[in-house]
């Protein structure tokens, strides 16, 4: 027999049953209420004898089935047995597919003496074998269909203006080819409750009214996914000549999203959204975008993104009122990655931000109030008012003040920074001199560049330091209690690729001397694991405030030296060549007291030889000396020791001079260096130190 059309009656029925209008309806409405596997079904008229209609296709009301079969049998009760069988059927506007389709269902006969066609049919229904519920049509003047399953349920109705599905806990998944293809993720879990209105030749084919439970997704490339959502789902899907558009809105209640780097969770309140969507060819435009979360943020926007998941077009309008509110349930996301997570902040900001392919094109920030203050005490601010302007084509000035602020506990006095951004990138507009601890942080020169097509963030920065109070500057970071001023000069730090690089090194002066440390290099400064690289160099630093800080005895003279090739991972030193030693040509009076003698002889394994025994060493308070020298080449968590000069399988690293005279041997020229910190701690802490 040939395939039979849906708009005639087949050819040569085989039992004379004909094509009457109430099985055409039946045929549409069970392809509705089927709408997840979308069958179809052909029965036949109001006769007694059995039916066998067959269709390769059916197509109505955009649902196309294949290889359609249907059995109708009239039993002796006037009740009509129906089996509908559907090879396969595909609904196109939600992507939805069924093979193996099988619904057998028992038509009672009418209550009517003078009717003797069926209105109702219900009965089970299988998919590809397995029990899928059961399912019931009535076909009076409005036909409705109604199928219950497990745990879900679906009610639908015929109207003149299209269908209205009633939903019951219907999974999402069922909707996966759909999520795949208008926004490239699938759902995982979750099920929707509520009214779905279709009206396949309307203006609006789809429009839902839905309460979401549970839903979760993600992306194929990990960038957006959720967990648990709920919340309330209004959308329309207008009807377009090319790819397809959402007008979505609603209220989410529950829940976490992962939009990266942002990751968010519900708000206790709820927070409400609404936007235009136009998805074709895989490309995704927001034409409009609008969120409000009470006063913790209200935002506004459009965006692009394209196929490859990038995004060509972004422009946001952002408004807090609670910044505390925002970094714990917007930022943390954020936050985390770049060092400063838990971050505490305070006050209220808004902020204007453009993007297109190439990268940030515009922003603008402004505070009012504001305050932030790391939980590790690396900084804190309060008072931030003003903001930061740039943009990538044109010239803009801004300004940054704050009441008050400190750097790891250093307080730095009011200030007023001003910024001007033109070519490509935003700079301190004129130096800046900043108190504190009664000197001057001159800052010289700081630049921002943003990420631009291939290149990532860039800065670079120069400051000087002039007369800061040493002894305010130890007690504020936990060092020994040092006296006198510091100062020192950094020309130039550039930061790129995750790496940090300090052209013309950095210059310190203290305790009379300076340091230098020079080819300093930090990578992966705000990552897991930071690594630095440096040369470091000691000139004529005074030994008596250094050691009598230290607690290390006390030790006349000055001290040169230099680490080189000095190297730390996550801030422990993994690898060195460390010497330092006491300048012969200082012309003052060398001394070295009982207790520096005592500490010295723990770090170098022990050992004193070729002057006094040990019980003199009592005697004396303290001992001329030629030259101090200790050395260390840390490999592999071993440091290999050296001094002044060898000493049978020692080294000396006190050689004596004057009367009376005594020298420290070092007799173990391996030491761990976990060894060796433990002796430097014991020796500067005041504790007991052995002597052998």
Known sequence: MPPVSPHRKPENPRHGFGNPPWARRLRVVAMIVLGMVAPSIAAAGDATEAVDLR????????????????????????????????????????????????????????????????????????????????????????????????????????????????????????????????????????????????????????????????????????????????????????????????????????????????????????????????????????????????????????????????????????????????????????????GVGGLVLAGAATARIAADGRGLDRFAVAFDGASAADPKGRFALAGLDGGLRWSRRGDVESALSWRSAALYGIGLAPSTLPFRGEAGQLRLAAPVAIGVLGGTLDLRHLEWRPPQDDAGVTMRLGFALRDLDLASLSQRLGWPPFEGKVGGELPDARYAGNRVVFDGGLRMDLFGGAIRIDDLALERPFGVAPSLAADVRFDDIDLAPLT????????????????????????????????????????????????????????????????????????????????????????????????????GEGYVIVQGAGLPRIEVVGFRREVDWSTLVERLVSATSGGPVRVE
């Open 55 to 338: 269709a390769a296709r059916i197509v109505a009301s955009g649902i196309e089935a294949r290889d359609v079969h249907v059995v109708a049998r009239a039993r002796a009760d006037g009740a009509l047995v129906v089996e509908v069988r559907i090879a396969s059927a595909q609904w196109s506007t939600l992507d939805l597919q069924a093979k193996d389709a099988v619904w057998r269902c028992v038509a009672p006969p009418s209550a009517a003496p003078a009717r003797r066609q069926p209105t109702s049919c219900e009965g089970p229904l299988s998919l590809g074998g397995r029990a899928a519920g059961r399912l019931a049509i009535d076909l009076g003047d409005r036909p409705v269909g109604r199928w219950d399953g497990r745990n879900a349920g679906l009610v639908l109705s015929a109207g003149e203006a299209g269908w209205g599905v009633d939903l019951a806990r219907i999974p999402l998944r069922w909707l996966d080819a759909f999520w795949r293809r208008t926004l490239g993720m699938s759902p995982a879990e979750g099920t929707a409750t509520g009214a779905v209105h279709i009206d396949p030749d309307g203006a609006t084919p789809l429009s839902t009214d839905l309460r979401l439970s549970g839903l979760a997704f993600d992306s194929p490339d990990g960038l957006t996914a959720a967990a648990g959502v709920a919340g309330r789902l209004r959308l329309a899907m207008p009807r377009t000549a090319h790819g397809s558009r959402f007008r979505i809105e609603g209220r989410w209640t529950g829940g976490e999203v992962l939009v990266a780097p942002v990751y968010l969770v519900a708000p206790s309140g709820g927070a409400a959204f609404a936007l235009d969507l136009r998805v074709a060819n895989g490309r995704v435009d927001v034409d409009r975008f609008d969120w409000r979360d009470g006063a913790t943020l209200v935002a506004s926007g459009r965006a692009g993104r394209v196929a490859d998941g990038g995004w060509d077009r972004l422009d946001l309008d952002l408004r807090s009122g609670d910044l505390g509110a925002l970094a714990s349930r917007y930022l943390g996301g954020v936050l985390g990655p770049a």
């Open 548 to 647: 009598r800080a230290f607690g290390f005895g006390e030790i006349t003279g000055r001290l040169d030296g230099r680490v080189r090739d000095l190297r730390l991972v996550d801030w422990s030193p993994v690898s060195f060549d460390a010497r330092l030693l006491t300048d012969r040509q200082w012309p003052g009076r060398r001394r070295i007291s009982q207790r520096a003698v005592r500490d010295i002889s723990e770090l170098g394994g022990s050992g004193l030889v070729a002057g006094v025994q040990a019980r003199l060493l009592r005697t004396f308070d303290d001992f001329g000396y030629d030259r101090i020298a200790i050395g260390c080449v840390l490999r592999g968590g071993i440091c290999r020791m050296s001094g002044v000069s060898r000493r």
